[in-house]
């Protein structure tokens, strides 16, 4: 398969200025047609006169130019393509084709979710649905037209206003969407069913009335009260913090069973995996309503950073999700405790970034060339693209980014644009040359940041020096230093923050953060007027995505655990002392746990001044991927054995600490969804975490009772997967309650299957295989898949890279059974084997014998394609 390249970018030869689309739905078989007006693009090159038109599974009934039919020899029709040779400068096109929905295993295009019909267009999905342009800089004015069976599908809905409906008489109905703002195809969306709606309305800052829907599946109808209050704090919030208001008379969700991702921002008409909308107390986590109310956001948010103005192409991507979701995670931290949220994004940033950006997939945050767009949707373009845009807030400011992004919204809205032109307006805002920070978007690897210091206690000097690194890889070359804010600390024997007096300073120095700006090689910074040796609080808030690599002493670490002022670095403390620890028990399982980590421990799960919610991240260990992560050779074994070890240990030290941690923060009350009592549950469950590592009768007791008695999911399901890892009859009942009560609720079925799949047990993959055959199983729904498949070959390291590879088998049929249905999630799954050189050589031997093996079948898709290829390297 080609592949695409960024340099090679040209304008489109022409351009739609009107789109008219009328549809006669019916799973079977779809009628679409499609009139376009259609222009040459002024600003393009001029090509060989022929008009080329993305299309891909269609069958074409008819095509017309300005109402003449054409005859065969003036167009072509191709598997991906429709040439049409020799048109005039300014035409009328039409087009009709057919279209087979039920088909559509893949999810991309027009598809059946249950009995509903619903569309995904992005990234190149609007081909599968007609003959277009499908490039998001041809932007476009739509009319759609709906026409269906009125019992089948009542409820019809697509981009924009509604412009009326009619009855047919004949059993069917119509109607008539218009959207007045130009949009690229990829935004298009549809959909039809029995929904039921729920209601509500929203009066923007300027006084517009807005009506809000939510369209779920019947039986959900008592689920979507959290979403839609989320819905409602998303849109104040973009007015209070950007002085966005959204745009149209209506915003519609509509939540779908069957969705590749989280949600898709069509717009006017969302479309959402059924996860990100529904929840109830008993059937959703707490994590699970953070979800909801973080995706929502983020959706609503790019109205205006995607919608309004969008990608100027996909090696653009980034422009709008790395903006995106640093605008969903403000609003999260926002609305809950930011200190909280800052480590949550941090942790997904180091388990799924980090890894990738060091790994064979790895790609800059604009990516310069693709196979496979799909591909593209990483947490590279999403998490570290929202890093850059933290960082370039903190090189301006918060009242000078908010003048750059009101430039940017004035000056690019309605149309499709670049990364440059977003950064240009920081730097027109600011006046600052960010010409170096580009750097960032370009340069693929995590750069690293070696920290030295010293002393000078004659003269009062504490001399801090940095050097970055980002190490060249095969494809990825390094191009020179980067422009890094690092936001640093000095703290006093006493834990408190000094000030941060640089010999050269003309101005008074700020005491707490200040931020320093790195830009060559290696940079020293000599801080004066000190009276005895300081700790350094280095990278505060994580004010950059790199790797710090600093020789902080086990008591340096502890002070500041116990004493910075920064909440983000009292918790990275905290890890990078228990990473030190369990890497130490990793090479040397007999090492002692030292008295003072324990003592550390106790005093952050009695500290009875600091938020549960804190106290909770501070007490979880890092992950067995994150410790993999760190080693030249990941010792799979060696470190399951060193983690569950330690927390042996810990709760040999502290069962009573955890036993009244555990009584202190049960809920007293109805549940609550506060910051507050989210935090009270996460420190509760995390105590009996530790209380069942031993699988103590007590502990399992209490367990089992929480399970039994629980009233919310966050309970019920942390008390299941504790049994479960537990294993035995308590296990066996508790797994079956939890199926009898929920087996009619596909959401809450989904966390069935991932317990199991996540489960520590020796026999997790023989349960899992098992579980493919059960009954309510199948490939073809998305999460379903993650919950069993993914879940056990992403989150459950010890056993998937079971030494016999009985693992990656299992795997490798996963990915070749699922191909030809469903790409998209083929290739996500297929990612678990990226990091296969970091393992031993027999593993690394199994691991690649799946990727040739996958290689090997006669046909594969280009999105499994790319992925084993690169992963082969
Ligand atoms: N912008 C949306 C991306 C998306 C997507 C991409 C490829 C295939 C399927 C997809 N569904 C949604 C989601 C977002 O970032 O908001
Ligand atoms: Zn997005």
Redesign the pocket.
């Known amino acids: 398969p080609p592949t695409i390249h960024l340099k090679d970018y040209r304008p489109p030869e022409f351009l739609i200025d009107r789109v008219e689309l009328r549809f006669e739905l019916d799973a079977e078989v779809t009628r679409v047609e499609a009139l376009l007006q259609m222009r040459r693009n002024p600003a393009a090159t001029r090509g060989d006169g022929d008009l080329h038109l993305d299309g891909e599974q269609l069958e074409l009934e008819h095509v017309a130019i300005d109402g003449r039919p054409l005859p065969p020899a003036e167009y072509r029709v191709e598997s991906e393509a429709l040439i049409l040779h020799h048109v005039p400068d300014r035409f009328r096109l039409e087009t009709r084709v057919r279209i087979h929905p039920m088909l559509n295993t893949a999810l991309?295009g027009l598809y059946q979710s249950g009995t509903l019909l619903c569309t995904?267009c992005?990234?190149q999905g609007f081909r599968r649905i007609t003959y277009f342009l499908d490039r998001p800089d041809v932007m476009a004015c739509y009319t759609t037209t709906l026409v269906a069976d009125k019992g089948r599908y009542p409820v019809l809905l697509a981009n924009g206003n509604p412009a009326g409906t009619e009855d047919l008489g004949d059993g069917r109905h119509l109607a008539r969407w218009e959207d007045p703002f130009p949009k690229p195809s990829y935004l298009f969306a549809l959909v039809a069913g029995d929904l039921h709606e729920v209601a509500d309305r929203f009066t923007t800052a300027s006084g517009r009335d807005v009506a809000l829907r939510l369209y779920v599946e019947p039986e959900n109808h008592d689920k979507c009260d959290h979403a839609m209050r989320s819905l409602k704090k998303a849109m104040r919030w973009d007015e209070e913090r950007y002085g966005r208001e959204y745009d149209l008379d209506v915003y519609l969700i509509v939540a779908v069973g069957h969705f590749?991702?989280?949600?898709?921002?069509n717009k006017g008409l969302n479309v959402f995996n059924a996860k990100y909308v529904l929840a109830r107390p008993d059937t959703a986590t707490d994590q699970d309503f953070l979800g909801i109310e973080g995706v929502i956001a983020?959706?609503y948010f790019?109205n205006w950073t995607g919608n309004r103005i969008t990608c100027r192409d996909w090696f653009q991507l980034s422009l709008k999700?790395g903006f995106?979701v640093y605008r969903d995670q403000e609003f999260s931290a926002d609305m809950g405790s930011r200190d909280v949220k800052r480590i949550a994004d941090v942790r997904t940033l180091r388990a799924r970034q980090f890894p990738e950006d060091a790994g064979p997939l790895a790609h800059p945050v604009r990516p310069e060339s693709y196979i496979e767009i799909?591909n593209f949707?990483t947490a590279t373009v999403y998490e570290k693209g929202a890093e850059l845009v933290r960082m370039q807030v903190l090189l301006l400011g918060p009242e000078v980014f908010r003048r750059a992004t009101d430039l940017y919204f004035t000056r690019h809205d309605g149309a499709a644009v670049t990364i440059e032109d977003f950064v240009r307006c920081m730097e027109e805002a600011s006046g600052r040359d960010l010409t170096q920070f580009m750097r960032w978007y370009s340069q693929a690897g995590t750069p690293e940041l070696t920290v030295t210091d010293d002393w000078d206690a004659a003269d009062g000097v504490y001399t801090l020096t940095f050097r970055q690194q980002t190490a060249p890889s095969a494809n990825h070359p390094s191009l020179g230093p980067l422009h890094i804010p690092v936001a640093i600390g000095l703290l006093d024997g006493a834990g408190r923050d000094l000030p941060l007096r640089i010999a050269e300073d003309t101005a008074e120095p700020p005491s707490g953060t200040r931020v320093l700006e790195l830009r060559r090689e290696e940079a020293t910074y000599r801080f004066v007027g000190l009276r005895a040796r300081p700790v350094p609080s280095l990278l505060r808030g994580f004010s950059a995505p790199v790797r710090v690599r600093y020789d902080y002493s086990d008591d340096d670490l502890m002070f500041l655990m116990a004493h910075d002022s920064d909440g983000f670095n009292r918790w990275d403390a905290a890890q990078t002392l228990a990473q030190r620890l369990l890497l130490r028990l990793v090479a040397e399982p007999e090492a002692a746990v030292p008295e003072g980590f324990v003592a550390a421990f106790r005093r952050a799960l009695t500290d009875h001044e600091a938020d549960p919610a804190l106290r909770a991240e501070v007490l979880k260990l890092p992950s067995e991927a994150h410790l993999g992560e760190q080693m030249a050779i990941v010792d799979v074994d060696g470190i399951h054995r060193a983690r569950e070890g330690l927390k042996q240990a810990i709760l040999a030290a502290l069962r009573d600490e955890f036993r009244a941690a555990y009584e202190d923060h049960r809920d007293a009350g109805p549940y609550e969804l506060t910051p507050a009592a989210i935090g009270r549950r996460a420190l509760k469950n995390l105590a009996l975490g530790y209380l069942m590592q031993d699988g103590d009768a007590e502990a399992v007791d209490l367990c089992t009772a929480q399970f039994e008695a629980g009233t919310n999911m966050t309970d019920v399901i942390a008390a299941l997967g504790l049994l479960v890892d537990a294993g035995g009859a308590p296990a066996e009942r508790a797994l079956d309650t939890f199926y009898r009560r929920w087996s009619g609720d596909p959401l809450v079925l989904d966390k069935w299957f991932a317990v199991q799949a996540a489960s520590k047990r020796p026999d997790a993959l023989a349960r899992v295989e098992a579980l493919l055959g059960h009954e309510a199983f199948t490939l073809r729904n998305p999460n379903r898949l993650r919950s069993l498949v993914g879940v056990f070959c992403n989150l459950n390291p010890v056993r998937f890279h079971a030494a016999d590879g009985a693992g990656y088998r299992f795997l490798g049929d996963r990915v070749l059974e699922l191909d030809p249905l469903n790409p998209?999630m083929a290739s996500r799954l297929l990612q678990a084997l990226a990091r296969w050189r970091c393992y031993d050589p027999d593993r690394q031997a199994r691991m690649r014998a799946q990727l040739e093996r996958i290689l090997d079948a006669v046909e594969l898709s280009k999105d499994v394609y790319e992925v084993a290829s690169k992963t082969l390297g």
């Open positions: 991309e995904q992005e990234a590749n991702m989280g949600a898709m921002e983020h959706e790019h999700e995106t799909n949707y998209q």
